[in-house]
């Protein structure tokens, strides 16, 4: 833009990467989706870290949210329902060298693909998984989901969604092998770009819950919030989410939580009664299954015939 | 008095000299965990190795340990052993090997034995505390003497205590020491076998099975009547392997230089896995164990679309879960192999026995049109073979490549030759140069609809892979045009393929009164059955195509020799008379009804679900009855 080919840095890049170098088609979500936040915050993150485009792969599953690789500029990969992160764990898996996103929803992780998330955070691969979060189906036009509020009129459940909302963080915290997981709200751009930073910045599942207001189908479900930031709790620690002063001036709620400590974390993620913001668990030290997966790939030609020759001989008469 | 020979073997005074025969069916049957199965491949293992031909398949109970002593439970091995190459599990046994009575009387119901059929019966039962135990066995053994079976009663139990404390474990050697005397086996090789099978377990028990092993070898030198020989007279066979068909595919997947094998495990099929699990990374692989089916064909997808060569093993209910992932797969064009280990079905249906009924649900089992190609190896040879060619076609025609093997070749044994190991099997590096941005993601020739993919790390070649419909550069198009012609682009890969291919070969005459069309596994059964057939006169050729989608060239011009055409398969038909049943409402055999809609012939279909494999035997009584018709 203008000419410029750097942003006002002294480093010389060999290659210089632009926002725009990031970004894909037009995005098309409703007007005040959360959604569009969450997109320019990851461009932002990207950018931030000078990653080639051609290293990054964004993989989704099916709904809204999953819309996102086709509005990045890297390569994507647009999945089926629910199996978003297996595809991006075997993205990952033979491909060490790439940079994996995957963007879910909360139909798509916490409902049909259920089983992939406890696995997947089990297996730790390195990628940022991000869940916007806005408790409702909103691609297939307002359904329940299983964050829906008790009593949220849905065309599924007109009279009220019946049963109690899934709590995702005490979930995945007790996945063993859990490494990360972070809260934020897709409304406050410093805290939502300081989490998915940290996200990125974290060498194993980095498990992100974006509450995400969808302004048609659950203007209810954040609408609350944005009105009163009371319902909400800063998690802050100098390990945790930075948080500067206009973070902390609109979450008056604060309590200093060090994210190394699961079962406070647990403590905190099951008291319903305040929505917990920022980093909530964090063990940097978890086993990453890349190391297993990535196993064998230095073989040379002539070694792996040599080991398919030896294999035979085992069966050889 | 008897004496030790240098090799260790003891031998009677009055050494009966061994009779030739051209070949032998064994069975050996027991309880489950009783090691059947360890004697049987063993005694396999040493026939093949003093070259004779061999084909051993296990008879395997759906339950881990079902109850003792219950015709349910039969558990064990047979063993056909030939003078020339073996390539099926023939008729009925000449002899078997039975652990207790009751496992008998399955196989005496499935029509495993005959008449004269030997029985070499453990006869502790007769002596057994419980009352009813006894008359069962007496009872038993009455029942088999009337169905014309020859019953020897053998003290194996007795024997054995005198070397072990638990006869459970080691009265399978002890068996393989009375068969390998009866059929006069290479004593030295099943020797080294033994060690080899425990090498694992240290010197001591080695020598407590070798120990086992001779007793029966001493028993059956001075006690049984019975002495075989089966010379080999296959010549040098030159460098030779033993396996199942699923290791061969295992074996397959490491030579083709795949990056990844990932699987959930599934009864016939995981046993694939088993062998290279240790040693794949040595090959440059890695298996991954996903917590689904579905999870591992994504999987395997994922790892696809970043450029590495993947791979997904499975049968019957894994394929049905997988089915959506699959069809991205050939939505969007994603190189995979998808090996499916057939077993009956629906549902649960059969998890251990063989039915060659996943074709039309391969073929046809996706939303919408969902072109993709399916081979389908006769032999256990081609289980390591299709897999590499499956590779290559799956990346030459970007899209998952169906290999259907079935729990019949998965579980047969035999040898087949070692293959030279090629570097041209191997998978490429990825290509991580830049990709001309002009160039688009799809980039469809209008004739082969074939096209070059670009592979993340490539610059400029930056698209999102998607599951819609979508444009050759991979965006979101719902308009009419883009669906009509990327339907017709990735039709026309399969018309691309069909154009490299042959005609099928024709076993037998060119032309003829009945042709037999066979696909995978029954093979070796339908050619045993043709030539027996021709050898009586009769004039019958069969075929058996391994491309099945795109299907062999040819078909109808070979139909038109033949006054009749035939399939013989193991799934369901409808046969005319039954109840019901008429021209009209009859089903045909898979294979049978895609001919039929191909050819426009009138193919007729025989096919059984009995849950074994083809035999022989059944397949010449029923083309003789046709063809007498």
């Known amino acids: 833009m203008f000419g410029l080919k750097a942003d006002w840095s002294l480093e010389v890049f060999e290659r210089y990467f632009t926002m725009g170098d990031y970004a894909g088609g037009e995005a098309r979500w409703c007007p005040g989706c959360g959604d569009f936040a969450v997109l320019n915050t990851v461009h932002r993150v990207l950018h931030d870290a000078q990653l080639p485009p051609e290293k990054t792969v964004a993989v989704s599953g099916i709904g809204c949210s999953s819309r996102l690789p086709h509005y990045m500029g890297t390569y994507g990969f647009h999945g089926l329902h629910g199996r978003a992160l297996p595809f991006a764990n075997g993205v990952k898996s033979r491909r060490p060298d790439l940079d994996v996103w995957v963007a879910t929803g909360d139909g798509d992780c916490f409902s049909i693909g259920a089983g992939h998330w406890i696995h997947a955070i089990r297996y730790n691969v390195d990628m940022v998984v991000l869940v916007f979060d806005n408790a409702i189906y909103g691609l297939t036009k307002k359904q329940t989901s299983p964050t829906s509020p008790t009593g949220l009129s849905t065309n599924t459940h007109p009279k009220g969604a019946p049963l109690p909302a899934m709590n995702p963080l005490t979930t995945t915290l007790g996945i063993t092998n859990v490494s990360f997981v972070a809260q934020c709200v897709d409304w406050n751009p410093p805290h939502l770009y300081e989490t998915i930073k940290k996200a990125h910045k974290h060498r194993g599942t980095s498990f992100v819950r974006i509450i995400q207001r969808c302004p048609v189908f659950s203007p209810d479900f954040c609408k609350p919030l944005q009105e009163d930031s009371s319902r909400m709790l800063l998690l802050t620690h100098e390990k945790g989410i930075p948080a500067d002063d206009s973070v902390r001036r609109i979450f008056g709620e604060q309590r200093e939580h060090d994210p190394g400590n699961w079962i406070e974390a647990m403590s905190i993620a099951r008291d319903e009664r305040k929505i917990p913001i920022g980093l909530l668990y964090h063990d940097p030290d978890a086993p990453v299954y890349d190391d297993l997966s990535s196993r064998g790939l230095e073989a040379t030609n002539a070694e792996k015939i040599a080991a398919v020759n030896r294999a035979f001989d085992a069966f050889a008469i | ?629």
Not at chain 2, 41 to 64: H, Y
Not at chain 2, 374 to 397: S, Y
């Open chain 2, 1 to 629: 008095m008897t004496t030790k020979t240098t090799s260790g073997a003891t031998e009677t005074p009055k050494q009966r000299g061994a009779k030739i025969i051209k070949e032998h069916i064994v069975e050996v049957v027991s309880d489950s965990g009783e090691g059947a199965q360890k004697c049987g491949q063993t005694f396999g293992s040493v026939s093949g190795k003093m070259s004779n031909g061999v084909w051993t398949v296990e008879i395997i109970p759906a339950e881990i340990q079902p109850p003792a002593r219950s015709p349910a439970g039969a558990s064990g091995i047979r063993i056909r052993l030939a003078s020339k190459r073996v390539t099926n599990m023939g008729d009925e046994a000449d002899l078997v090997v039975a652990f207790n009575e009751q496992v008998l009387f399955s196989r005496v119901a499935n029509g495993a034995y005959k008449k004269g059929t030997i029985v070499l019966l453990e006869n502790k039962w007769s002596e057994d505390p419980q009352e009813s135990i006894r008359q069962q066995y007496a009872a038993a053994v009455k029942e088999f003497a009337e169905h014309g079976l020859v019953v020897h009663e053998v003290p194996m139990e007795v024997e054995c205590l005198k070397l072990v404390k638990d006869a459970r474990k080691g009265k399978n050697m002890f068996v393989l020491g009375m068969l390998c005397h009866i059929y006069s086996r290479d004593l030295d090789k099943a020797l080294a076998e033994i060690a080899a099978t425990f090498a694992r377990k240290g010197d001591k028990v080695i020598k407590a099975n070798h120990d086992l092993f001779q007793s029966g070898y001493d028993y059956a030198a001075s006690h049984i009547d019975y002495h075989w020989e089966i010379p080999a007279e296959q010549g040098d066979l030159g460098p030779t392997l033993v396996t199942n068909g699923n290791t061969a595919v295992g074996l397959g997947v490491m030579a083709a230089g795949m990056d990844l094998v990932s699987m959930y495990p599934i009864t016939p099929a995981t046993s694939a896995t088993h062998y290279i699990a240790d040693i794949f990374h040595e090959a440059g692989g890695f298996i991954h164990q996903a917590e689904d089916e579905i999870a591992a064909v994504a999987y395997a997808v994922g790892a696809s679309f970043a450029g590495k060569t993947a791979c997904t093993i499975t049968s019957g209910p894994g394929m049905a879960l997988k089915t959506e992932v699959l069809g991205l797969a050939v939505m969007a064009e994603i190189p995979l192999v998808v090996v499916d280990v057939q077993r009956g079905g629906p549902s649960t249906g059969l998890p251990t026995k063989v039915e060659q009924g996943d074709l039309l649900s391969t073929l046809y089992g996706m939303p919408g049109d969902a072109p993709k190609i399916i081979i389908a190896p006769a032999t256990i040879e081609e289980c390591f073979h299709f897999v590499i060619l499956a590779r290559k076609l799956a990346e030459a025609f970007r899209g998952p490549v169906f290999v259907l093997t079935d729990a019949n070749l998965a579980t047969g044994v035999q040898p087949w030759t070692r293959p030279v190991l090629s570097e041209d099997w191997l998978a490429a590096p990825i290509d991580q140069g830049a990709w001309d941005r002009n160039v688009p993601a799809y980039d469809w020739n209008e004739t082969t609809g074939l096209s070059q993919r670009p592979i993340p790390g490539q610059r400029g070649g930056e698209y999102v892979l998607t599951g819609l419909s979508h444009t050759n550069r991979s965006k979101v198009a719902y308009d009419s045009d883009t669906n009509q012609t990327t339907c017709e682009h990735r039709s026309r890969k399969l018309a691309a393929l069909a154009q490299t291919l042959n005609p099928p070969e024709i076993h037998g005459d060119e032309q003829g009164d009945l042709l037999v069309v066979g696909w995978g596994s029954t093979k070796g059964a339908i050619e045993e059955a043709v030539d027996l057939l021709r050898e009586n006169g009769h004039r019958v050729s069969s075929i058996h195509p391994r491309f099945i989608s795109p299907m062999e060239p040819g078909m109808q011009e070979i139909f038109s020799r033949f006054k009749k055409v035939m399939t013989v398969e193991i799934n369901y038909s409808d046969k005319l008379g039954d109840p019901l049943i008429t021209e009209e409402t009859r089903r045909y055999a898979q294979l049978a009804g895609l001919l039929r809609a191909k050819t426009l012939v009138d193919v007729d279909c025989w096919s059984v679900v009995y849950g074994h494999p083809m035999q022989p035997g059944l397949i010449y009584s029923e083309l003789e009855q046709r063809l007498r018709a």
